[in-house]
């Protein structure tokens, strides 16, 4: 597998941050090219596709997920409790 071919696969699979940009005013700290530009040089630094390969895990369980889940959401919940509703 060739690292160019790995970044464009990311490239491709990335998320549009548009809506993000248009109604939150978001700007992201680095343009797509710059961080796929990163990706390809961590990539080559971790050793190359053979590497990449080595580092991947499991898929969590559906109890794990939903555990992580709602942990998540509690904590989404205290962060935007209005103050006394503690």
Do not use: K
């Amino acid at each position: 597998v060739d690292l160019a071919e790995v970044a464009r696969r990311a490239f491709s699979a990335s998320l549009d941050g548009q809506r993000a940009v248009a109604q939150l005013a978001y700007a992201p700290p680095v343009s797509r090219a710059e961080g796929m530009a990163s990706l390809e040089a961590w990539a080559r630094r971790v050793g190359g596709p053979a590497a990449l390969v080595a580092l991947e895990r499991a898929p969590l369980s559906d109890e794990a997920l939903d555990a992580g889940l709602a942990a998540v959401a509690a904590s989404t919940e205290r962060v935007f409790q209005a103050p006394g509703d503690g």
